[in-house]
């Protein structure tokens, strides 16, 4: 509507008699009585014109001046250039911690930026930190309207800062006024710095999600071939090659936990889609036999459990193979079954003794078979048979990645089960 009210001006411009000369543009209370009398013929001038134009297009005049109020407010702001930004940063550095009657005035300040190279450098050259100069002004606006709306209303409000990748040159941080920290401990359970740092630890791995489309994937370094690089279709790119590739918390040696850290700091260390012909690769290759013993977290539960035998027992099976070494916690050889039954049928033997030399001096009802007796008719010598049962039920099977592995145990148990048949 007002390209089209522009063109009916031009119009009617065009058409009405050649008006004074235009006028210099001076305050109002420097014009003299003559300079006044023709910016009211002006304007005058003007309205006329504008009327005309709006009786053409068929629009109500309130409409138009309705509009015309509202041009302010619908005015868009123009964003601070960079020398006011530099100007307003070199301001708060020689004004802070001076009172108020004592500070600087603008040419002044304007003439100390002029004799500041390194801030003369960046405006002229350095784009980059230019631009981090601009995200921290910006954050300054913010604060002081936080803190300004705090001080008329007393309202409370906070914000936090935070980059999105490890390349970036802003810096995180939060901002605000009131009890913030009291808050984000008793809602989050952790202070408004630890929020910041959660915020920004989001934000950096928000980029590993988008890759994976996985939000709960779970990072595996002993199985890191298998489990991410072939499940999820990412790598890591850019480790360094003197630090060994496994958990960053197992690292011995602090010169290599400080160059891995800089290096994902920095971004040179990072995640990456993988191609087409990387993944092929990753499928074909090898896969080394203690793979699944790096990590202790990613080996995976036997389908054995493990039998465990009383403290007894194990005393007995001490007691009796004193030769042999001890005996591992959760593990009973032949020998050691062997000697606790020896020990068994020498007590029983001695208790038998007992109770002969008793009924002779006494005589009276036939004895009951004893605990002993029954525990020892229980526990009788394994055979070969038994033995390699035993046997196969202790043999811990890991699936996983080694089918082949797996597969080859499999068949020789079946093997062997068959032969006992």
Known sequence: MFKCLGRQLQVADSSAPAAAPELLKRKRGEMGPDERRAARAAAQATSEIIMAAVQAYVEKVDRIRQLAGQLGVLKGKRASSDWNILVSLKSQELNEGVPSGSKLLLAEIQDALHDDEDLMNILDNDKAQMKKLREEFKDGKLCLLIEYINKST?????????????????QS??????????????????SVQEFTCLLEDYACTATTCQLTKTKDIKMSY?????????????????????VEFGVPSKLKVALQIRALYELWKTGNTHWRAMTSAEKREVLTRPVSDDEDEEDGEDREADYQPKKTTSARKRRRAADGNDEEGPVKKGK????????????????????QKSIIADSNEKVGPPLKKSRALKSKAAVAPLTDKA??????????????SKAPIATAQFAESRAQLKEMR
């Open 332 to 351: 009973r050889s032949s020998n050691s079954a062997s000697s606790a039954m020896n020990t068994d049928s020498k007590k029983v033997a001695r208790k």
């Open 154 to 170: 007393g309202a409370w409000g906070f914000g936090v800062v935070a980059c999105a990748s490890y390349d970036s040159t802003v």
């Open 222 to 242: 002993a199985r890191y071939d298998q489990d991410i690089c072939t499940t999820e279709g990412v790598m890591i790119e850019g480790w360094p090659e003197d």
């Open 173 to 190: 941080g939060f901002f605000g006024r009131g009890d913030i920290d009291g808050f984000t401990r008793q809602a989050f359970n952790i």
């Open 387 to 400: 033995r390699k049962l035993a046997a196969l039920k202790k043999r811990k099977v890991i699936p996983g």
